[in-house]
């Protein structure tokens, strides 16, 4: 099939679904993407069967079989929520997302910003991370969202004005660094995921659930440079709403070691983000090979490291 008319059919499908789920109360909604995740998890073996190895790699002696089945489909049901969350986005006023959402720890990202030196957030795929620039832009606090172009044009236009409503701005991953500092010496707030795979030219490989994962160096690199504080922040469901977490800023260790400084500060984040999905495993995006790229003999950690001088 040509791309062009693929494009077209996922588009023309994506927008029937988001249309059917918006006419429904949110509930019902609710329940549908919930059916319609559980279709998914017996259909679609290709990412079932990635969403099984991941498990299996995380929590092979902590869990067993039968419970990370429940994990699986947990996972798949996930994302049907957020199917009918989305669909939603365009269209519900900044009252009622806020009455969604709980935000929490907002006290440390005014402290963070009153430093001007701009913010880094850092999260993960976690809990409904497509609502959370619209969130911040709902409490007044719009973002810059660093996100990888969909592989179809109108899916990724489509989907990056709703993640922009508010005031919020999205930024290609392959924008330059040069565009990134600029903006944090401007004062702005800069979020990106640092929870995917990566390649091997990009990574640095830190522990990830008792295996080194190949973890994207681009957030230590623009930290060190900067000065900007990192705070990490997730959103996650807990008893029938979504709570939005802010932490604190994370304490940033500098030496005359960059490759160990860009290697401390991935690691502790990467760790942060251990903990939520553990506290929360349902709720991450398990359909992704996480531990695919694998260190080689002379790895990234060991070459030189652009700081986008």
């Known amino acids: 099939m040509l791309p062009k008319i693929r494009h077209l059919i996922e588009y023309g499908v994506a927008r029937f679904v988001a249309l059917t789920l918006n006419c429904l109360s949110l509930p019902i909604a609710l329940k549908a993407g919930e059916g319609l995740g559980r279709l998914c998890y017996r259909l679609d073996r290709r990412h079932r069967r990635i969403v099984d190895e991941n498990l299996t790699t995380a929590f092979a002696k902590e869990k067993e ?35 969604w959402v709980e935000v929490c720890g907002l006290e440390h990202y005014h402290a963070a910003k009153a430093m001007g030196r701009g913010v880094l957030f850092v999260t993960a ?10 969130v911040l832009a709902a409490t007044g606090h719009p973002v810059h969202l660093i996100a990888r172009p969909l592989n179809n044009p109108l899916l990724d236009a489509w989907v990056n004005a709703w993640r922009a409503r508010g005031g919020g701005v999205v930024i290609s991953k392959h924008a330059p660094p040069a565009k990134l500092v600029k903006l944090l010496k401007q004062g702005e707030t800069v979020g990106l995921l640092l929870d995917q795979n990566t390649a091997l030219r990009e990574a640095v490989f830190v522990d990830y659930f008792g295996r080194p994962a190949a973890t994207h160096k681009g957030l230590a690199v623009l930290a060190l440079r900067t000065e900007a504080p990192v705070l990490p922040i997730f959103i996650y469901r807990i008893r029938g709403r979504h709570r939005l977490e802010i932490e604190a800023p994370l304490k940033i260790t500098r030496s005359d070691n960059l490759h160990h400084d860009i290697m401390h500060l991935t690691a502790c984040v990467t760790q942060i983000i251990e903990r939520y999905v553990r506290r929360y495993p349902g709720q991450w995006l398990w359909g992704h090979k996480r531990w695919k790229t694998r260190p080689t003999s002379v790895t990234p950690t060991q070459a030189p490291l652009s700081t986008g001088e």
């Open 65 to 99: 079989v039968r419970e990370r089945e429940k994990i699986a489909m947990g996972a798949f049901e996930h994302l049907g929520h957020m199917i009918a969350e989305c669909s939603r986005l365009p269209h519900i006023s900044n009252e009622t997302l806020r009455e």
């Open 125 to 134: 795929h976690l809990g409904n991370w497509e609502c959370m620039p619209a």
